[in-house]
């Protein structure tokens, strides 16, 4: 999992607010949330993972350990229940807000963070690029 750690910007988006708005983020939110370009680093201590989050409008982050179910905070401010697993390079973040659910799948590989979001029939992807 050491290939993760890094910082990342996005390079591109594609169905971003179709995803934000299957899982019930305002129309107002999700412009804004659409035309950010946010920045990601990751970093991991004995096994506390930290992903934060900025952007121009908003910063935040995520803590958590593999397998662990965690309470997180959305951009939007509303919680959820959240799980994050590892698949090889591949990190599996599943989401449940009351009913609704989500899987954010993020796949490192070599200068490339490919993040898919996935909520009912609605998918999207982000692509994010290695920079430190």
Same mark, same amino acid.
């Given at each position: 999992?050491a290939?993760?750690?890094?910082?990342?910007?996005?390079?591109?988006?594609?169905?971003?607010?179709?995803f934000?708005?299957?899982?019930?983020?305002?129309?107002?939110?999700?412009?804004?949330?659409?035309?950010?370009?946010?920045?990601? /680093?990751?970093?991991?201590?004995?096994?506390?993972w930290?992903?934060?989050?900025? #952007? !121009?409008? =908003? &910063?935040?982050q995520? $803590?958590?350990?593999?397998?662990?179910?965690?309470e997180?905070?959305?951009a939007?401010?509303?919680k959820?229940?959240?799980?994050?697993?590892?698949?090889?390079?591949?990190?599996?973040?599943?989401?449940k807000?009351?009913?609704? /659910?989500?899987?954010?799948?993020?796949?490192?590989?070599?200068?490339?963070?490919v #993040? !898919?979001? =996935? &909520?009912?029939?609605? $998918?999207a992807?982000?692509?994010?690029?290695?920079?430190?």
């Open positions: 999992m290939g993760i750690v890094g910082t990342y910007e996005m390079v591109s988006s594609d169905k971003y607010d179709e934000l708005k299957a899982v019930g983020v305002s129309m107002i939110q999700r412009t804004m949330a659409s035309k950010v370009s946010p920045t990601m /680093t990751w970093s991991n201590e004995n096994g506390k930290t992903q934060k989050t900025k #952007t !121009t409008l =908003k &910063s935040f995520i $803590v958590f350990v593999e397998g662990e179910e965690f997180e905070e959305l939007d401010g509303r959820c229940r959240s799980v994050i697993t590892f698949d090889g390079n591949t990190l599996i973040h599943k989401q807000m009351d009913d609704l /659910t989500s899987v954010v799948t993020r796949e490192f590989k070599g200068d490339q963070m #993040t !898919t979001f =996935k &909520s009912g029939d609605v $998918v992807t982000r692509v994010f690029k290695k920079i430190a």
